[in-house]
């Protein structure tokens, strides 16, 4: 079946004043280009046009070399969008709370030291890209990935995400990156965080044999 674009869990002016519909509109345009990108690419190997977008970048070494590239590019717009969306909600969602708020102590030395760790890490990201808590095993880390590549393309699994592409803020902040970052934070579902971090701890133990 190919690729479908999936309709994000809130409506376009639901994440203001903080993202802007405008702007909502403008990245599904952005995130649907991916999507049909892909299914284009696809429509000459039926043998891969029934895997997830998550499949195909874990797979993505065993595809055929002439089309790696655009599938690693657009499965990779693909899935980073689909999870983006899922981390996002109205404002007025608390902070991280139960296992997630003592391990990211933990690992950070506090929430406030993790958020400004990983703002920092995404205004430092030079160029186009995303920024992303992800579990390593079963350790928590602030990693950058450039372009639309994927944690899966490195063995690692996303917890939380965020775009820090030009389109993902400059119609309200124009280069402003660290104002958009600022405003994001009003605007992550942390339960979804959670819900992703109890998943990816499953995969963990899942793969570690535990
Ligand atoms: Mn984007």
Known sequence: MPQILPTPPFAAPALEPYIDER??????QVHRVHVDSLNAVLSGYPEWHDKSAGELLVELGEMPRQIRRAV???AGGQHNHTLFWSWLASPGNGGPEGELAHDLETTFGSAADFRERFTAAACDLMGSGWTWLALSGERLEIVTTANEDSLLLHGKVPVLGVDVWEHAYFLSYGN?????????WNVVNWDAVTRHYVAGQAAAGHLLGT
């Not at 702007?23 to 599904?28: G, N």
């Not at 402003?176 to 994001?184: G, K, P, V």
């Open 23 to 28: 702007t909502m509109k403008l990245h599904q």
């Open 176 to 184: 402003r990156r660290r104002d958009y970052l600022d405003a994001w």
């Open 72 to 74: 690693r590019y657009h």
